[in-house]
């Protein structure tokens, strides 16, 4: 990265803004703060900023409001801040537009992994060849290989591991996996995935019961990690 | 007098006025007084007043019909008087019971307990009818508290029982009497009276309806009380929930901003005082975390979130989750492809494993290995986590699950950790228990309800 990048923190508790002033590294990050919604939106366009880290418990409207009202006009990528047990707000942020997310507390290195990546898919072209530790997904050539060797997937379950290959190193709902694979009519069949990620991780990972790329989001979705 | 008046009165006239004696004798005394009364009158009249004067004979017959006429409205009057005088006295009685189970009332609705009122009862059968009143209060049938006054007297009888079967009033000799207090919702007791004086019809019905009266009492007491309760975890319930979002939310915001603040001076290597910042932040917010876990499986009515699961996964996110704290002990799971999907409540499942895990974790050396294999079998589903640890203290395999149960040297945790295993397998109609290996090591066993059926699979 040439430049810092610059990042908008909705978030109205004052600990919490403090810390990670302090934790920005000077050079990677310039942070910009709002400590409300409303205001929050506003500095966003004003600022157009690289990155927003949005607390879900806002004191006037909530987060996943904010998170509607920008995604109307920004494709800004957003990482929310949530407590644990506010799983639903989390589900409902992320499907509608948030990127990924952290549970409170968290640590300044989770905070970095997923800020990475979040800019890392804003930065970059669509994604075409994803290489994970593990195996390696060609999204063009529709190919999977592991250890040099092609490794054969159902239809289904290519589609499966495409849509978290896409979207590399963030998390990926429940409902628009299963809305990319089977269509929006099976949001709810969330036994689909239950079978098909042991499916894909039986394949393609060296120990299927824990597995090192394809991770379990519980609650949440799954997330296809890239740098482990 | 009449013969003051006899130079100046008629004769007819004379006989009124001994009529109006007569009414007077009978309005005041009794029948028979009354009868000698006119029969006396109309003697008098006769001898002091009829011609020839001084003499039973009449010169006239006519006064014959007068004398019968007197006669008959004589016995008429003292016949009606009396008559009156005891519908009087039966009025008055009945004013002195309604008086009487009024004041019973009143007595009662002050009383709060059973055993109250049920002394106040007994305290006023017993001065209402000069005698010792024992109460017996049943419960479900059975005797609950007995009641009595002063010196008290048996109340373990025959005849006890016997009201109690029938429901009515017995009587066990003209003086003892056992009264049913029965009320709306079935027999609440028994009501035993032993008087001085006889015992009238009466006095039974008035017994009858103090009995009732005591019935009533008593179960307006137990509504109120069942109330009284209802209202009480009503509160404690709101309460609850209070503290526990309160927890959630308040308690962690600024635990967020320690631990945040102690990781980035950590990455910025300030040294040792900056990691135990950071270790004691997140060992207190794994303590509040336990907290908040046990206080919500406690509450009552708890719903679990079910969903088709895959044992194997929810594992896998334990071991993740608990990675760090394992450090270099080694974990092996043995997942076979028979094994269906489970309907469980994810999150619950994925925390007691997590517990599950850290427990390990805190009792064994580094490097132990862990093992864990699921099985399915045709009724359930079992899940066997073990370590090649040092085992559990043999004698304490059931007291480990225990809650605050912490072996000596545990500070990390609040010992809540096991009890909350327990409580999740319970709500999921499964078990799980401890035992040591014969290989050595502990073993935890979990048994899972096996699903009758299992989802639709997609189809390709």
Redesign the interface.
Known sequence: MSSAARVLLIEDDYGIRQFLRAAMEPGQYQLLEAVDGLSGIRRCSETRPDLVLLDLGLPDIDGVEVTRRLREWCDTPIVVLSARGQERDKIVALDAGADDYLTKPFSVGELFARMRVALRHRRRDPVVVVTTPDFTVDLDARTVSRRGEPVHLTPNEYKLLAALARDAGRVVTQRQLLAEVWGEAYAQETHYLRIYMGQLRHKLEDDPAQPRTLITEPGVGYRLLVDN | MCSLLQPYVEPTNLAMVFLLGVTLVASRCGYVEALLASLFSIAIFDVAFVPPRWTLAVSDVQYLITFGAMLAVALLVVRLTSRLREQAQVADERVRQTTMLYELTRELSRGRSKAELAHAAAKFVASAFDGEVAVMSIRNGTPEAIISSPSGFELKGDETSECLARGELIVASDRNVFVPVQGAQGLLGVLAVASRRELASSDRVLLEASASTLASALERAQLSQEMQETRVAAESERMRNALLSSI??DL??????????A??LV?QGAGELARTI?QE??RL?HQI?EL?DMTRLRTEGIELAL????L??????A??RTREMLGNRH?A?N?PADVP?MRLD??LV?KLFVNLLENIAVHTPDKTRIE?GIVAQSEVVRVIVSDSGPGITPGQEEAIFERFSRAGKERQSLGLGLAICRAIMKLHGGRIWAQNRQSGGAEFHLEFPRPETQ?E??V?
Request: cysteine-free; overall charge negative.
């Open positions: 959630s939310h962690r915001t600024p635990l967020t901003a320690i631990s945040g603040a990781s980035a990455r950071y932040s997140l917010n975390q908040l969903e088709w699961h895959s194997e996964e929810v594992v896998g996110s071991i993740s974990v799971v997942s999907l994810g999150a994925e864990i989802p699979a997609p390709e």
